[in-house]
C-alpha cells in the first residue's frame, strides 16, 4: 500500500466517523489506522451522559456495544472504501469500566466478496480488556 492510499482511507474514515449524528454525539477519534494490516483504533472518552448510574463514572453497555460497532465498521469501510451495513454482531462484556476513557482494537478477520467479519477488543484507559465483540458486515457493492 502506497502513502497516498493510506493517507485516502484515513481521510475516508474520518469523514465516515464524523457523518453520522450519532457519532457527533458520541465523539469517537481514530487513534490510529493500518489499512494493509487490516487494523483500526478508536478512542472514546469518557462522559457522564454515557453512564448506566448517576452516581458512578461508568458505561451503559449499550454504548460499549456501539463502540464495537462503529470501530469493526471503520475498519472495514477503510480496507473497502466504503459503508458497509452491519448484518450480525456480538459482545462479551467482560468486566465494567468505571472511572475510565475507552479504546476499542478492530480487525479484519475475513474481508470477502459478500461477508466482512471484524473481532473488536474493548479497553479501559489501563489497557483491560472490557469487552469483546465479532461484527459481521455485507460487504456486497451498492
Known sequence: MTGDSQAAAEDFATALLARPPLHHWLSPKIA??????????IALPYRAELSRTPDQRDYHGGIIATLIDIAGHA??????????PTIDMRVDY?????????VAHARIVRAGRTIGVCDVEVQDDAG????VGRCVFSTRGS
Do not use: F, P, S
Request: with cysteine; net charge positive.
Open 75 to 84: 475498519c472495514l469501510a477503510a480496507k473497502l472504501g466504503r459503508r458497509v
Open 32 to 41: 490510529a489506522l493500518d489499512v494493509e494490516q487490516g487494523t483500526i483504533t
Open 128 to 131: 483491560r480488556a472490557i469487552a
Open 94 to 102: 467482560l468486566r465494567g469500566a468505571v472511572d475510565t476513557d475507552l
